[in-house]
């Protein structure tokens, strides 16, 4: 019985330590852009730092898996800013790089060999492109980034598929079992309901359409729509010093009039994401809440362009019990994309690999920022029991006793883009994520379906003006 009361109270001890731990953050400030995988964007950073777990140039996939006599396409990095399609990036797609065959979760130990083959049915001509990496050049805004502050090396998707999933998961470490883009009214707890019960304030800006959010029910509740607000918005109060202690950045997802997409979705260009994340950047290195602030800029999902790390499937647990209707059981991680930490509490040049806890078979993925968020914060409880296993990276807050002062001002001028790329922007026509930005549409104000005979161009308009009718419906 002694023993047990010990126990009992060294374990109330270890938990009132670790809620007293004074972090030096207090807002947080998250940039994800659209479907690039970590070796597409910063695996030829192994030129720069050889710790970085990269590309080393012999990386190849046939285009035949069962055929090893069948074309090799090696990588390379010759990468362009604009893709000439969008690769396969569902869940059979993506299941198909990893394994080599569609559906492949059952079928044993990850191969990576499956990229090429995934597109090459449909794209012979351009497949090319999956296995086109981006040289550290031609990203300065992330490659400064990267080598300024911290960058994983081992941070992965959170689901082996599409955008909407690993979103999902981001805010609130499940998807309820939907492996695809379409799901409506999601019912389960996300990290905004987290900071409304400790009384913290948060916004989700958002630039022509917060993507996949307004899926989740109580979003659309009238005191959380209010803090979902425009993108200028955080310019604004990020140079007023009056930020809110969370930050959800969504970039333009289609073109508008002058302006062309931001997110660096396949099919738009990468370049004009560098110059969101410089500006978010810049904004934040001059705001009066700089020493305060930690910004996370990361990528939802791969987009089918190759990696060359197994996602992992030891231990992972499934978050909630709910089983995808193809039977895929959420047991396994997503491909590897870029995440960095930003904050004058973070030390130069980290390189950050797999975590060391909670558990044995933890990892990093896009619930790590939700399990982090639960201890900086206060939070009582996790969101699921994915959040619980992820590994977190809160102690790299703790690690000095100083903010730095050395940390750039400004950041190079990101990649030049043809001011006519807009115009041709418009004439192309819908990618996936716009479909599905229409779907949420229809179903958050309860309307017919949308007619999609239209270009870029005009579901941009169309977007903001379908954004307006949803935040001045109530």
Not at 50 to 57: A, F, K, Q, S
Not at 89 to 94: E, F, L
Not at 187 to 206: A, H, S
Not at 379 to 397: C, I, Q, V
Request: glycine fraction near 6%; hydrophobic fraction near 35%; charge should be negative.
């Amino acid at each position: 019985m002694a023993l047990r009361i010990w126990l009992i109270v060294a374990v109330l001890l270890v938990s009132s330590m670790v809620q007293c731990i004074d972090y030096p953050i207090e807002h947080v400030v998250v940039m994800m852009e659209e479907n690039r995988s970590f070796d597409h964007i910063v695996g030829w950073m192994t030129r720069i730092n050889p710790e970085i777990r990269g590309l080393t140039g012999k990386e190849f996939n046939h285009v035949n898996v069962s055929d090893p006599k069948s074309l090799e396409i090696h990588v390379d990095d010759a990468s362009e800013y604009q893709g000439a399609f969008d690769p396969d990036h569902s869940i059979d797609g993506t299941t198909e790089g990893i394994f080599g065959i569609r559906d492949g979760w059952n079928s044993g130990e990850p191969k990576m060999n499956g990229f090429v083959q995934a597109n090459y049915r449909n794209h012979p001509t351009v497949t090319k492109r999956v296995m086109s990496m981006f040289s550290p050049t031609k990203v300065p805004i992330i490659t400064t980034l990267a080598t300024e502050f911290a960058l994983f090396d081992s941070w992965h998707a959170s689901v082996p598929g599409p955008t909407c999933p690993n979103r999902y998961y981001f805010d609130s470490c499940s998807s309820l079992g939907m492996i695809d883009n379409r799901a409506w009214n999601l019912t389960q707890d996300t990290i905004y309901d987290r900071f409304n019960e400790v009384g913290k304030p948060w916004n989700l800006f958002y630039s022509d359409f917060p993507y996949c959010s307004l899926n989740f029910f109580n979003l659309k509740k009238p005191d959380n729509m209010k803090n979902i607000i425009h993108i200028s918005n955080f310019f604004d109060l990020a140079k007023r010093g009056t930020l809110p202690t969370y930050s959800f950045l969504t970039p333009r997802g289609a073109p508008t009039l002058d302006m062309a997409s931001n997110d660096e979705h396949p099919d738009h260009d990468v370049g004009l994401g560098e110059l969101l994340v410089k500006q978010v950047y810049e904004a934040l290195r001059a705001s009066p809440q700089w020493n305060k602030t930690l910004l996370i800029v990361t990528y939802d999902e791969h987009g089918g362009f190759y990696d060359h790390v197994k996602p992992p499937m030891k231990g992972v647990p499934n978050p909630d019990g709910i089983i995808a209707q193809n039977k895929f059981d959420f047991k396994m991680l997503g491909v590897r994309v870029p995440t960095i930490l930003v904050s004058p509490w973070i030390n130069k040049g980290l390189v950050i690999h797999e975590p060391s806890g909670p558990y044995p078979t933890s990892q990093y993925d896009h619930t790590s920022v939700a399990a982090s968020l639960k201890k900086i914060f206060g939070w009582s409880k996790f969101l699921t029991k994915r959040d619980e296993w992820a590994g977190t990276f809160d102690h790299l807050l703790l690690q000095r006793t100083t903010p730095r002062t050395d940390c750039p001002v400004t950041l190079p001028p990101a990649p030049p883009v043809d001011p006519s790329y807009v115009e041709v922007e418009k004439l192309k026509p819908l990618n996936d994520l716009q479909h599905v930005i229409l779907d949420s549409v229809e179903h958050a104000l309860n309307i017919a379906k949308i007619d999609r005979n239209m270009n870029q161009g005009e579901y941009g308009i169309l977007a903001e003006k379908l954004m307006y009718k949803i935040k001045n419906r109530n």
